[in-house]
């Protein structure tokens, strides 16, 4: 019971919108989630897999937050939103960690066994994120929305982007040596268009002298007097 209330806390200090305990227990997704999740879990411990599973189903087709029996998961674990969230056979999460909507907690496809990220403890894990291999996320780390980390992410770091790179440790930012920002000129920044526009311009002057030149050598072409004085100029 402390277990559930604690967790209760935690949704009221993640979450601005949240308001009473009562109203977080019956309609927050998040909760409801997890819940049947630790009922599964205990299924899944004592070997009563067919029971796990059908739990963990009937959780998701309630709440779209799909979490693997087997997955471990630690104290005070919020999910905000929920929907279109699945955490896998061998993910750990830690203590203290939030989890935005969208989230994957997933395999490659190339590993056997040990398939899923481990999360340390206090991670933040943003919307449409996809955290995907045996790997480990370091304490107090964010990744952020949309990204998509396939190895190792130190603790206390910042990842961003896809394939995830870590912009940010212990609050401060990480320069990337030869990376893309050292070796973009940002300042001298043509523009294609008015490139293209300066080859077609050219390209027209050129014809425009050969059409000249031919229609000078025509046997029936009489000379303009622009083009004899041009004529002129070149003798
Ligand atoms: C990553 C996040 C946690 C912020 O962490 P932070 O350590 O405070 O990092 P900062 O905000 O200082 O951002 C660091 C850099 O990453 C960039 N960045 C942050 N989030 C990003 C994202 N999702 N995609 C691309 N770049 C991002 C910032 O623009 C900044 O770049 P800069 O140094 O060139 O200015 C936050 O941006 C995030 O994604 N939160 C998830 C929130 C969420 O899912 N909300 C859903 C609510 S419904």
Redesign the pocket.
Known sequence: MSRLGEMLGAYQKRDPAARSKLEIFLLYPGVNATIHYRVAHWFYKHNFKFIARAISQWARFLTGIEIHPGATIGRRFVID?GMGIVIGETAEIGDDCLI?HGVTLGGTGKEKGKRHPTLGNNV?V??GARILGPFKVGDNS?I???SVVLSEVPPNS?V??VPAQV??INGQ?VQHQGGYVDEVDQVHITDPVEDEIEILNRRIRELETDLARCRRRHPDHVHTADEAADDTTKE
Request: no cysteine; aromatic share 6%.
């Open positions: 939103h935005y933040l943003g919307n964010r952020a929305s949309g910042t961003v982007g912009v940010k930012p």
